[in-house]
Each structure stands twice: as C-alpha cells, then as structure tokens.
C-alpha cells in the first residue's frame, strides 16, 4: 500500500489569528468545527487543517509544552478497521525493521 497524504494539521497557539492569516491569504474555510478550522483543498491537494495547539496535542496524547510535540500531525485516513489494522502492522513491522538496522 503506497502512501497516500490525505490531510496536514498544524496546531495553532492562537486559531482564531491563524485563521484570520490563511483566509487573509486566500484559503478558503471548508469546514469549521471551533477548536479546529479545515481549509478547501486544490484540485489533487491534501485537507489542510489549523487545530487549536493544545487540543491537537491531547488528540495525539502528547504533553503540548514538551520538546517532542512541534504541533503538526500527518493522517491517513481509510475507510474500513481493516484497513487501519493493517496499516498498523505494516508501520510497525518496518519500525522493527528499521530497528534491527534493515533496509
């Protein structure tokens, strides 16, 4: 299964201010769900998403002041359970992989 970016999301310290500077921008605001704001994509671009930092921090169950949350996360998103389970193997068997120092 090739990898397929399907939405990018930043976490924002201020959203509303942040919002403000991507429609300032031009992005136009597909949908707006208050602690998050999804921007319309381009023809054959990914969602582009604000999420307010600290929520997003807790979504990825990270601690938002540590030094290994920089407010960003990449998804994919499928469409079946199945399909999650085996993505999560495959993500893990080449984390071992890599681990244990193979191609």
């Known amino acids: 299964m090739g990898i397929q970016l399907t939405h ?18 031009g992005c136009e605001i597909a949908n707006d769900y208050g602690v998050s704001v999804f921007f319309k994509p381009g023809d054959g671009s990914s969602f582009f998403g604000l999420y307010g930092r600290d929520d997003l921090a807790a979504d990825a ?24 389970d085996e993505l999560l193997a495959q993500a893990q068997a080449r984390w071992w992989q890599d681990r244990e120092g193979g191609a």
Do not use: C, E, M
């Not at 310290?13 to 921008?25: A, E, G, M, N």
């Open 61 to 84: 169950g990270v601690d938002p002041k540590g030094s290994g949350f920089q407010g960003i996360t990449l998804n994919y998103l499928v469409s079946t359970s199945k399909q999650v």
């Open 8 to 25: 990018v999301t930043l976490g924002a310290s201020d959203l509303k201010r942040s919002t403000k500077f991507y429609t300032d921008l």
